[in-house]
Every structure is written in structure tokens, then in C-alpha cells.
């Protein structure tokens, strides 16, 4: 028996669907497959940012003690600031190099000749925590410690000849400064003070 050979309409639109379909399904699998990883990086990297950004919220010094070491009325060489401190809320412990400071001092320069005007500038002297002891050593030891732990008390001596001799922030009598803390990646701590005239060693600065 004999038949005509023809073209099966039907069976080239199914088999063209078929083939359309996988390729849409692979096309889809591979879609959120990438989806997927990028919202899984996503997710790993606001972990870390927030694993970081606490232990940053934990670095906050507390001074519990802020006073006038040394007041040098020839300059700068001997200014020197004793400062208690202790770090309560650390996660873990910090290098003390790690924990730095800046002094900003205004300066009132009187016009000369004549003083009939007054010129504010702003010195700076600035150093880090790196001689910083525990309360049974000297407070001005670099080799004492190495790192900050939770809860324990410290005390510093800052000289204000710092960096290298070549701080500028000259306490005088009646003078208002601002003393900076800076924990690296930490958080940021700031005392205004005042140094009236009759100042001497031991002076309360936070009263």
C-alpha cells in the first residue's frame, strides 16, 4: 500500500515548544542560581559589616580621671596631661598602640603693636597610648603593655611636646583645649577643658 510522505505540522510545533521550554528552564535554573549567590554575599558581607561595625561600638574609652601633670609656663616642653581611663565594653583586647590622642589647643594671639585686637589660633599636639600602664606601673612606660583588655584600669601621662618634639599645643592660664581619643576603627572621645589662671599639678580638668 502506498502512502504520500507529508510534513507533521503538529509534531514540529510540539517538538519546538519542548526544546523552547528547556531552554527557558535551564535559563531560569541559571537565573537564581546566581540570584542565590549573590544574595548569600549579600547576607556574608552585612554580617561581617556588622560583626565589625560592633566590636567598633565596644571601643569606647571611659576617663575616670582627667588632671594637669605639669603646667611649663616657658612653653611647651614639660605641659603634660594625666589621664585615668578603662575600656568596659571591649568584645577584644585592642592593641595600645591602637588608641591615640589629639590636643587642640585655641590660642588667643594679641595683636603686637598695638593690643588692641585679639587673634584665635588652633595648635595641635598628638600622640598614641603606647605608654600607657596598668595602675601599678608608671603611666609613661612603652614596654609595660601591648594591648587593652575589658574592665581593667589604666592611667597615661601625655606629653604635649608630642609627635617627636615637634607638638605645637602650649598650656597656658586661662586657655580652653579640647582633647581628642581615637580607638582605631573605634569609637571617638572628646573633652573640652579649661585651664584657669592658678592652675597647678593635679588640677582637676573634668570639674
Given at each position: 500500500?502506498?502512502?504520500?510522505l507529508r510534513?507533521?505540522?503538529?509534531?514540529?510545533?510540539?517538538?519546538?515548544?519542548?526544546?523552547?521550554?528547556i531552554?527557558?528552564?535551564?535559563?531560569?535554573?541559571?537565573?537564581?542560581?546566581v540570584?542565590?549567590?549573590?544574595?548569600?554575599?549579600?547576607?556574608m558581607?552585612?554580617?561581617t559589616?556588622?560583626?565589625?561595625?560592633?566590636e567598633?561600638?565596644?571601643?569606647?574609652?571611659?576617663v575616670?580621671?582627667?588632671?594637669?601633670?605639669?603646667?611649663?609656663?616657658?612653653?611647651?616642653?614639660?605641659?603634660?596631661?594625666?589621664i585615668?581611663?578603662?575600656?568596659?565594653y571591649?568584645?577584644?583586647?585592642?592593641?595600645?598602640t591602637?588608641?591615640?590622642?589629639?590636643?587642640?589647643?585655641?590660642?588667643?594671639?594679641?595683636?603686637?603693636?598695638?593690643?588692641?585686637?585679639?587673634a584665635?589660633t588652633?595648635?595641635?599636639?598628638s600622640?598614641?597610648?603606647?605608654?600607657?600602664?596598668?595602675?601599678?606601673g608608671?603611666?609613661e612606660?612603652?614596654?609595660?603593655?601591648?594591648e587593652?583588655v575589658?574592665?581593667t584600669?589604666?592611667?597615661?601621662?601625655?606629653?604635649?611636646?608630642?609627635?617627636?618634639?615637634?607638638?605645637m599645643?602650649?598650656?597656658?592660664?586661662?586657655?580652653?583645649?579640647?582633647?581628642?581619643?581615637?580607638?582605631?576603627?573605634?569609637?571617638?572621645?572628646?573633652?573640652?577643658?579649661?585651664?584657669?589662671?592658678?592652675?597647678t599639678?593635679?588640677?582637676?580638668l573634668m570639674?
Amino acid at each position: 500500500m502506498e502512502g504520500e510522505l507529508r510534513d507533521d505540522k503538529v509534531a514540529e510545533f510540539a517538538l519546538s515548544a519542548m526544546v523552547s521550554m528547556i531552554m527557558i528552564l535551564l535559563f531560569s535554573a541559571i537565573v537564581a542560581g546566581v540570584a542565590l549567590m549573590m544574595v548569600e554575599q549579600a547576607f556574608m558581607q552585612s554580617r561581617t559589616q556588622s560583626t565589625d561595625q560592633s566590636e567598633s561600638l565596644n571601643s569606647v574609652p571611659f576617663v575616670v580621671v582627667f588632671e594637669l601633670e605639669e603646667l611649663d609656663t616657658t612653653g611647651n616642653t614639660n605641659d603634660r596631661l594625666y589621664i585615668m581611663f578603662k575600656l568596659p565594653y571591649l568584645s577584644d583586647a585592642i592593641p595600645d598602640t591602637d588608641m591615640k590622642w589629639a590636643l587642640m589647643c585655641d590660642i588667643n594671639d594679641y595683636t603686637d603693636p598695638p593690643k588692641t585686637g585679639i587673634a584665635h589660633t588652633l595648635e595641635y599636639s598628638s600622640g598614641d597610648f603606647n605608654a600607657a600602664t596598668d595602675l601599678s606601673g608608671s603611666a609613661e612606660d612603652d614596654a609595660a603593655i601591648d594591648e587593652f583588655v575589658q574592665g581593667t584600669y589604666y592611667h597615661v601621662i601625655l606629653q604635649l611636646s608630642e609627635p617627636n618634639g615637634a607638638g605645637m599645643c602650649d598650656l597656658v592660664e586661662d586657655m580652653a583645649a579640647t582633647l581628642v581619643i581615637i580607638i582605631e576603627n573605634g569609637r571617638t572621645t572628646e573633652l573640652d577643658f579649661y585651664v584657669p589662671n592658678g592652675a597647678t599639678t593635679g588640677y582637676d580638668l573634668m570639674s
